[in-house]
């Protein structure tokens, strides 16, 4: 069965410390990759995806995701993180550009000021 | 700009008694509607979507029900209330992009 797997469930870190989250996927085809992003109180919303082309997405507030497609992999990185990226991270992936997500469990982040 | 309603944002039920969740979109049309139900720890559990009005494809057999009666309004109900459907419930739209937004969520209590 297809999955997503986020390799933390929660991360600590101190503010200007650099970011990685993992997300690995099983599906062999062809993908679309996201990164979704709940802070306290907030909806969920869209941080960055992948449909095609450059496999180094940008998103918003400095973040950056890579596909690396011999690996299943689209980690979520941010070189300096601050307070304000305190939120709940979720990896999802879209195979074979059906209507669905599947969902990663989601990774906690706290930065500590 | 498109946006999406849920209500309520919180609702309190007895077991056994029925369930009305509402979403609504505007600023699109013809959007792919979902229900999800998200619990801590465990992401997003995928529980109806739908591509068009009156049609539904239910992914986890539940003691729930979806509906779509027009092109942006998706109900979500239940006849009878559990215990285990205590959580909270999120709808979310995408158009052909497959991008999906989200509502701001429904936190439902059953006691």
């Known amino acids: 069965a297809q999955s997503v797997s986020q390799h933390n469930h929660h991360v600590i870190l101190s503010e200007a410390a650099s970011l990685e989250l993992g997300c690995n996927y099983s599906y062999g085809g062809t993908v679309n990759l996201f990164w979704y992003v709940q802070y306290p109180g907030q909806h969920l919303q869209l941080l960055l995806k992948y449909f095609s082309g450059d496999p180094l997405v940008k998103g918003i507030k400095g973040f950056e995701a890579e596909f690396i497609k011999s690996k299943f992999s689209f980690n979520l990185r941010k070189p300096s993180v601050q307070w304000s990226d305190t939120a709940e991270y979720f990896c999802a992936v879209s195979p074979d550009s059906n209507y669905q997500l599947i969902w990663g469990a989601g990774t906690k982040l706290i930065i500590k000021p | 700009s498109q946006t999406i309603h849920q209500w309520p944002a919180t609702l309190v039920q007895p077991v056994g008694s029925p369930l009305s969740l509402e979403c609504t979109v505007e600023?699109?049309?013809?959007?792919?509607l979902y229900w999800y139900r998200q619990a801590a720890g465990r992401g997003l559990q995928l529980l109806f979507y739908s591509v068009g009005i009156g049609q539904i494809s239910s992914e986890v057999p539940q003691n729930l029900s979806a509906s779509r009666p027009q092109d942006r309004q998706f109900i979500l109900s239940s006849k009878k209330l559990l215990l285990s459907d205590s959580g909270f419930y999120l709808c979310?739209?995408?158009?052909?992009?497959?991008?999906?937004?989200f509502g701001p969520g429904t936190r439902l209590l059953v006691l």
């Open positions: 600023g699109t049309s013809n959007p792919n």
């Open positions: 979310a739209w995408s158009g052909a992009q497959e991008t999906q937004y």
